[in-house]
């Protein structure tokens, strides 16, 4: 399984605790997550929720565009 997740989701999902969990539990069951159309701020919540809730390998890239 792979999770799939746009910036304006992320949006809804960092506005809320429980959300935040959910999607944090989603990850680690998915063989990879894949965050699109993301802000340079989105990709460091994403990295942090995940870093400050275990030692685990992420990966954040950019297009190189801004």
């Known amino acids: 399984m ?3 997740v746009e910036g304006s989701t992320l949006s809804v999902i960092f506005g809320t605790k429980d959300l ?3 999607f944090f539990q989603m990850g680690l069951q998915a063989k990879s997550v894949i965050c699109c159309r993301v802000s340079p701020k989105q990709k460091a919540d994403v990295v942090a929720l995940y870093k400050k809730k ?3 390998i ?3 890239i950019g297009d190189g565009a801004n």
């Open 54 to 56: 275990g030692d685990w």
């Open 2 to 4: 792979v999770l799939v």
């Open 20 to 22: 935040e969990e959910r």
């Open 58 to 60: 992420t990966l954040s």
